[in-house]
């Protein structure tokens, strides 16, 4: 059981560039999140879905897209980076439903846009 | 909206000694749920304890417990007998009980706990 696994660990990328952050869950979990974390400061929630086929925008949706088509996986796509979207992002995935104490976190990964 | 505020950005303990991490929040839900995250240095986010708005008693794992204060909006971590492992960042967080689990983050504490 992996939990949440998140590919690459790390990137850096160029100006205008674009990529996309994999993020795979094995646990069945209908909810699935993206955070971005910048230096010194709390998550911030970027887009989130609950369950295959329905993605919402979070609080800094801007410069990124989503797309849910399984269960396990919700890849984040950065179209043409730009320097403020250096950051460390999570992935986070939880059961649906009612008080389902925590989200699992993947171990993140860590942009630079240069 | 939710809001989680944390007004210690550094706290430096001596070892043994018990620490409290403050939280504030403020929402219009009548139903939430407020969570501590530990991420040490190695950068994954650890779950601690989570404490429901409705719950009568206060939370406790372990050598963690939230000291919930409804009235007053305060959700603050207590860190018992700390060790040189606590040292790290800890995130408050809040969410809606119902619907989509989306988390609001405080900005965070380090705790440096010395020897």
């Known amino acids: 059981n992996a939990g949440v696994t998140q590919t690459p660990k790390f990137r850096i990328l160029k100006i205008g560039q674009s990529m996309t952050l994999q993020c795979t869950q094995d646990?069945?979990?209908?909810?699935m999140y993206w955070y971005r974390q910048d230096p010194g400061m709390g998550l911030k929630l970027i887009y989130y879905s609950v369950g295959a086929g329905i993605t919402d925008k979070g609080e800094v949706p801007n410069g990124y897209n989503v797309s849910r088509s399984t269960t396990e996986d919700f890849p984040l796509r950065l179209e043409l980076a730009a320097p403020s979207q250096t950051s460390v992002y999570f992935c986070?995935?939880?059961?649906?439903?009612?008080?389902?104490?925590?989200?699992?976190f993947g171990p993140g990964t860590r942009l630079t846009v240069t | 909206a939710q809001k989680i505020t944390q007004t210690q950005p550094g706290m430096f303990v001596q070892e043994k000694e018990a620490v409290t991490l403050d939280c504030t929040y403020d929402t219009s839900d009548p139903s939430y749920g407020l969570f501590w995250y530990k991420q040490p240095s190695s950068g994954e986010m650890i779950f601690l304890i989570y404490q429901g708005s409705y719950d009568q008693q206060n939370a406790t794992e372990g050598r963690y417990s939230l000291n919930f204060q409804k009235a007053r909006k305060s959700a603050n971590l207590v860190i018992s007998a700390s060790q040189l492992g606590d040292s790290a960042m800890y995130f408050c967080a809040m969410r809606r009980i119902q619907g989509a689990q989306k988390l609001v983050f405080g900005q965070g504490t380090r705790l440096t706990i010395n020897p």
């Open positions: 986070a995935s939880s059961p649906p439903g009612g008080e389902s104490y925590e989200q699992y």
């Open positions: 646990m069945n979990h209908n909810y």
